[in-house]
C-alpha cells in the first residue's frame, strides 16, 4: 500500500494474513488493529484491561469477504439487499479496500481517518454519487464516527451500523442496560414486533432484534470479566442486539462451535424505519464512543 504521507511513530502498517494491510496503533493508553479492508477495526484494549472487542478464531481475512469479529461496517443497507439475492449481506463497505485518507497522533490519542468511494457496483441502485468516511480515535475510549456525503443530485436512501462484536466471559451471564420500553422486531421471536418490557435484558437463547428510536446509553454488565461495557452514540437512532446461540454458530464456517458464549453484538446505526436520507449537496454524521470501566 502506498502512503503520501508519513504515519505517526503510534502507527506501524503490517501484514495480515493474506496479505490484507493492517494498521497497528500503540499508544500509552490503548492497542487497536485497523484493517484497510472494510476500515475495519479488528481489535481494541485499553491498557490494563481485557480486549473490548471479540474477534472469531475461524474469521476469513479474504478480499469480497467480511472479517467475523471486531467491527465491521454496514453500509449502504442493513441485511439482505431487497430485490438483489446475489448483493452482499450487509451492504458493500465491509468488503472493500478502503484508502487511509490521514493518520494523526495528540496528546496519547490517535486518529484515522479512512474513505470509500461509491463505485460502480452492480448492486449500487441507489445514485453512485457517495463518499463514505469512517474516523476511529483510539485512546482511553474507542470513538467512531461515519460521515455519508451525497455528491448525487438526487437524494440518496441509506443505512448504516457498527455491527460490533463485544468479548464477554460468557453470554449468559450478562445483563444488557438501556432498552426498556423500546419498540423493536425480530423474525426469531414471537411476536415479531413488540416493545421490551424487561430491564435488564438477558441471554439465554438466540437472540437478533432490531430496536429503532433508541437514543441510548446502554451498558454490558459482564460479572465474568467483572467489566461494565459502555456505548454511548448520537446520530445512530438503530440499535441491533445479536448472538446466534448453538445451532446459528454451527452454521458459520467463519466461526468457532464454541464461541458463541463470549460474544455479544450490540450494534449502532440507522437502519429500517430510521435509514437515512440525505439531500443532494448533504451529508450525515454519526459518532459512538465505546469503553470498559470496573463493575
Ligand atoms: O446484525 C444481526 C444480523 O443481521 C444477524 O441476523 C446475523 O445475520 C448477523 O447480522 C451476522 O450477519 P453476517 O452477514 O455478518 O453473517
Redesign the pocket.
Known sequence: MDLNFPLPPSVTLATGPNGLPRLEIATPLAEAHLYLHGAHVTHYRAHGQEPLLFLSARSRFEAGR?I?GGV?LVFPW??AKAGDAAAP??GVARIRPWALESAQESEDEVVLTLRLEADADSHNDTPAEWTLRHRVRIGSRLTMELEVENHGATPFTCEEAW?TYFHVADVREVALRGLQGVAYSTAIEEPHHAQQQEEPLRFSRET?RVYHHTSGPYQIEDPGLKRRICIEKSGAPSA?V?N?WVAKARA?EDFGDDEWPHML?V?TGSVGPDRLEIAPGAAHHARTQLWAEAL
Open positions: 467480511p467475523r465491521p442493513f441485511g449481506a450487509h455491527h437478533d441491533i445479536w446466534p458459520m453484538c450494534e
